[in-house]
């Protein structure tokens, strides 16, 4: 914990200074100033601590041997590939995807297992995170001493700053202290996040929200999720607790509540047509989108059809209550839902143009990208990177 204002200041503008040489390098020193608004003096402090942690590196940009003659040769500084090692981990019902990525976030080796984890007892889906995290450190020609922090994200609502996992459709209990296990496991610092969350980051530094720091994302796949990213930082609850769309309600019945995720979650959809036992059997081994697809396309299953149609225009509509309440830049949809196409898609658009406001009408773009697995493991290794970024590696360096 921050202790005083001076210490907060300079983790904050260590941070800016750090993440902006991810984001811009190489880059000088008087352009950092000038993009952060620190002044020269504070920036030269802070990059040279840096360079002394071994987090940064310089660069001379002409030829030293003739500075005097063709001018001073101009420093640009980058990020140290090698000052971290980290693993992201993305858990799902039916798989565990491992990226093992160095300082920059670049990824040096991954691994997929496509076993089926949910409903198993926490120690064993532990038990077999941790072989994972293993195979992924020893598949790079390393050891686990060598990596600094591992991120496992999974769907579900998670306590950031605790570590708890208050529920998931990934454990059978509520309130799992998943930190606990993991951190007893690997010995290394552990985080746990919400999966949302991390493929967010992952946008954020990689891909469709690298441009922008301020978008929203909505992760279809077993659960709902959403993530919020604002001022380049992920909005989160109380006790960092993420956000589950599923959750939403958008009606109430004989039964009470109707929730978002019963009538636009993908175990909704193929739930729709389990009377079919290639369909059910499929549910089963964690592909019943794919099937439930191929039901829909070539055997012309109006049941299945007709649940994707609804999926998508409650979607749509739950977009536009997002854009009437945060007016984001941009939506970012990802999931595996989306593997549905155009039956999905369509009603998606329509009923979000449907029910917009005219007062933020044109606000919102939507962006649709089916990322692969490993970019939502990377998107958990790029959260323990932030992490790192913000952590006080020394306490060299300005306190304003």
């Known amino acids: ?7 907060l200041m300079r983790a904050i503008n260590r941070f800016t200074v750090l993440d902006f040489i991810r984001r811009r390098g190489p880059i000088a020193r008087i352009e950092i100033s000038d993009e952060t608004q620190l002044s020269t003096t504070t920036v030269s402090a802070i990059t040279a601590s ?42 799902a019902a ?33 038990d077999l ?27 579900g609502v998670v306590e950031h700053i605790t570590g708890r996992v208050r529920s998931s459709p990934i454990f059978r209990e509520p309130d799992v202290e ?9 010995g290394v610092s552990v985080i746990v996040e919400n999966d949302a969350n991390a493929v967010a980051v992952a946008h954020h530094w990689f891909g469709k929200g690298r441009d922008s720091d301020d978008f929203v994302l909505i992760a279809l796949e077993q659960t709902l999720g959403l993530a919020v990213m604002h001022g380049g930082q992920l909005f989160r609850g109380a006790r960092g607790i993420s956000h589950n769309l599923g959750d939403l309600v958008v009606g109430t019945g004989a039964d009470g509540p109707i929730r978002l995720s019963s009538q636009a979650g993908e175990s909704a959809i193929v739930s729709s047509d ?6 059910a059997d499929a549910v089963r081994l964690g592909r019943g989108v794919a099937q439930a697809r191929v039901m829909m396309m070539e055997a012309g299953d109006q049941r299945l059809a007709s649940a994707v149609t609804l999926a998508g ?25 989306l593997a549905f196409g155009p039956p999905f898609i369509e009603p998606l658009r329509e009923a979000y143009t449907k029910a917009v406001p005219l007062s933020v009408s044109g606000i919102a773009e939507l962006v649709i990208d089916d990322v692969p697995d490993e970019f939502w493991a990377r998107g958990a290794a790029s959260v323990a990177l932030r992490e790192l970024y913000e952590s006080p590696w020394s306490t060299t360096g300005p306190a304003v």
């Open 94 to 126: 039916n798989r565990m995807v491992f990226a093992l990525t160095d300082f920059c976030g670049s990824v040096i080796s991954t691994l997929t297992l496509p076993i089926r984890v949910d409903r198993q007892p926490i120690g064993v889906i532990a």
């Open 129 to 155: 995170v941790e072989d994972g995290v293993r195979r992924c450190v020893v598949d790079a020609g390393l050891s686990l001493n060598e990596i600094l922090s591992v991120c496992v994200s999974l769907p």
């Open 313 to 337: 225009q409650a979607i749509g509509t739950t977009i536009a209550n997002i854009v009437t309440l945060f007016a984001p830049p941009r939506v970012v949809l990802v999931g595996s839902t």
């Open 50 to 91: 840096l360079i002394d942690d071994g987090l940064i590196t310089p660069r001379h940009e002409g030829d030293l041997r003739n500075a005097a003659s063709r001018g001073r040769p101009r420093v640009m500084l980058e990020l140290n590939p090698a000052a971290a090692r980290v693993v992201g981990a993305k858990i």
């Open 274 to 279: 389990l009377t079919n036992s290639r369909l």
């Open 178 to 186: 998943f930190v606990t296990e993991m951190t007893e496991r690997l």
């Open 1 to 7: 914990m921050k202790t005083g204002d001076p210490e």
